[in-house]
């Protein structure tokens, strides 16, 4: 195994130093122009490139990706932070971003038990609302938000993260008060806020067999209702150990039954060591600073980067073999500066999860994954 990475990254980099010779220090063929043409290939953007200040972010948000989604900009507590207020001063410059370099647009996330203003669940005595209260609540919110942006969206990831890794609905203040109907209601009010727009549910670590019976089932409860769903978006937070392509592939294999498009919406592959299994992307996780598990503050030696490369190259390859279901893969965040893995699920390390370096250059994966893609179709 270790040999085939490293034969596949040293075939890889010398077309990475290759195409840089031959075109001048950057290859004329971007993901978007590749891989880009088997399915959307997408990049989150955050504040400093919505308002336009990251601008080597920008460019290579423009030149490189096709689907572009907010990190945090439609999340309820940025857009919707009081009951009688939105804020879409980022949202607004975030769809135009995507309107003017002719990108697929993803709205990231209707209903959400994270990034949820206190507001949003509790009454006046911070006591959760009645399921009255919430339903009106839910169903404002996600009139004004979609209708807003009415015909300019691709698709919106309607609810993410509603199971626990066991399968059980998290007990979210959504679960709480409304039980498993919070999920129909919110597909519900999406759809008649825009009849046109695609509708998703998003989550992580559907590797894992009880989750995804649990968001396959409810899947089937959706389209028993009538109620729109076009896919189901895996998240892709890719740890050294965990998960498995093999995993990854029975998942994909699984959705590809239930009629419904599969999107790898979040991915992302930490260099650094994990201080706990399937943490997946679970925005509570937060653990105490340890030296020993931030190994490469001053960048990742050679043979760390090869097995790097090798390892997202796998991914990129199983996406590829399934390119039939997968419509989009996105990347969570343009280049390794960006990416949240720096402060999560431990705060202050360095780590180097994404496709761009600090330096806003190609890793060598680029280049791998542009000729995987041309030879292998
Ligand atoms: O904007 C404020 C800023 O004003 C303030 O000074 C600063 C200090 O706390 O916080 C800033 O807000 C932060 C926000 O990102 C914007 O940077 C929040 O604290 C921080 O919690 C938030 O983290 C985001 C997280 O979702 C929670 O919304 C991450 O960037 C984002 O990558 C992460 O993405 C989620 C997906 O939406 C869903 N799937 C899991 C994934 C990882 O949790």
């Known amino acids: 195994m270790r040999k085939l990475l490293l034969t596949t990254l040293c075939f890889c980099v010398g077309m990475h130093i290759y195409a840089g010779q031959v075109s001048g220090g950057s290859s004329d063929s971007t993901l978007r122009k590749t891989i880009g043409q088997y399915f959307l290939i997408g990049t989150t953007l955050n504040g400093r490139q919505i308002m336009g200040t990251d601008k080597e972010g ?169 109620l729109r769903i076009d896919a189901v978006g895996m998240q892709g937070h890719l740890w050294q150990g965990s998960p498995t392509v093999e995993s990854v592939e029975r998942a994909i294999v699984d959705l590809a039954k239930i009629n419904v498009e599969v999107m790898v919406t979040e991915l992302d592959l930490t260099a650094l060591p994990a201080p706990k299994k399937d943490l997946g992307g679970e925005a509570w996780a937060d653990f105490e600073y340890d030296a020993s598990i931030d190994p490469y503050r001053n960048g990742l030696p050679a043979e760390v980067e090869a097995r790097w490369t090798g390892h997202m190259l796998s991914f990129f390859k199983l996406f590829l073999k399934h390119k039939d279901v997968i419509t989009r893969v996105t990347l969570w965040g343009v280049s390794d500066g960006d990416s949240w893995r720096n402060g999560w699920p431990v705060r202050g390390r360095v780590d180097y999860p994404l496709l761009f370096d600090r330096n806003h250059q190609p890793k060598p994966v680029v280049d791998c994954i542009i000729k995987e893609t041309s030879t292998k179709r």
């Open 58 to 226: 920008c460019e290579i948000a423009a030149s490189q990706f096709n689907a572009i989604s907010p990190e945090g900009c439609m999340k309820i507590k940025a857009i919707h932070p009081e009951e009688n207020r939105y804020d879409f001063t980022e949202a607004d410059r975030f769809v135009a971003f995507g309107e003017k370099h002719h990108q697929a647009i993803i709205g990231h996330t209707l209903i959400w038990h994270a990034a949820l203003p206190d507001w949003f669940c509790t009454d006046r005595e911070g006591k959760d609302v009645s399921p009255e209260v919430l339903k009106k609540r839910m169903k404002q919110h996600i009139s004004t938000v979609v209708g807003r942006y009415k015909g300019r969206i691709k698709g919106w990831d309607v609810v993410n993260e509603a199971f626990a890794d066991d399968g059980t609905y998290r007990n979210s203040p959504f679960y709480r008060i409304l039980g498993e109907e919070f999920i129909p209601l919110a597909f519900q009010y999406a759809h008649e806020a825009d009849p046109d727009v695609e509708l998703y549910y998003n989550d992580f670590n559907l590797y894992l067999t009880p989750k995804r019976e649990a968001i396959i089932r409810v899947v089937k409860e959706l389209q028993r209702r009538n």
